[in-house]
């Protein structure tokens, strides 16, 4: 199965609502959690990451949760706006064969809505 | 400081044509990467450079090859392309090696390749 699964994979908004994704992963010694934002035609930016020793971490109208026993984590985006509107990757660290490397997710295609 | 950079930006390659992808990055970062983007499967890593002399293959080598030229440049080759090999090509870099440490990858501005 994959190590790092996201859900949805697209998702539309009004703009001002909330929206939320939800990633989860196999490897239970998983300790690092960024999420990316691809704008179309553009290169992946972190947008906000968490470390397996927090719970919840915010940045204005974004927060990502991350649950452990679970092995899920997901991104918050409050008060959507239209420039909100792009592909949002989760990763999570995972030990393949080797190191221990990023492990993306499908990614979730948001569309704010004006 | 321009970050990550990538040569080319778009490439048209024949079947068994080679061509080398460039990546450079001005961030004095030790780890670089490789990562090819196709719809619906998010990002893939295809070989990684934790410093400057070292290499080692990432979740889908198959088909590439790199060379760590420097600390600043990691190229990516395809000897011999297949039209399974049409994709978005990313390097990216970060200060370390250590995705448990929790090191952010910065990514170049991407290569669209298309084998025919």
């Known amino acids: 199965g994959e190590n790092v699964e996201q859900h949805p994979s697209t998702l539309s908004v009004q703009e001002g609502d909330s929206a939320v994704i939800k990633c989860t992963y196999s490897d239970s010694a998983s300790n690092y959690f960024p999420w990316y934002k691809q704008e179309l035609g553009k290169r992946p930016q972190l947008i906000i990451d968490?470390?397996?020793?927090?719970g919840e971490k915010k940045d204005q109208r974004i927060a990502v949760t991350l649950n452990k026993t679970a092995k899920h984590f997901s991104l918050h985006i409050t008060e959507t706006q239209p420039e909100d509107s792009a592909v949002y990757f989760c990763a999570a660290s995972i030990r393949d064969t080797g190191r221990r490397a990023l492990t993306f997710g499908s990614g979730t295609r948001l569309q704010v809505q004006p | 400081n321009a970050g990550v950079t990538q040569t080319p930006k778009f490439q048209v390659l024949k079947t068994g044509q080679s061509m080398t992808l460039q990546c450079a990055q001005d961030m004095n970062h030790n780890s670089m990467y490789w990562y090819r983007q196709d719809p619906g499967m998010g990002l893939r890593l295809i070989y990684y450079?934790?410093?400057?002399?070292?290499?080692d293959k990432g979740e889908v080598p198959n088909g590439y090859n790199v060379s760590r030229l420097n600390k600043r440049e990691f190229s990516l080759r395809l000897e011999s392309a297949a039209p399974s090999q049409t994709s978005v090509y990313f390097c990216?870099?970060?200060?370390?090696?250590?995705?448990?440490?929790?090191?952010?990858?910065?990514f170049g501005p991407g290569t669209r390749l298309l084998v025919l």
């Open positions: 450079s934790a410093s400057e002399g070292t290499t």
């Open positions: 990216a870099s970060s200060e370390r090696w250590g995705a448990s440490l929790g090191e952010t990858q910065y």
């Open positions: 968490i470390r397996s020793n927090v």
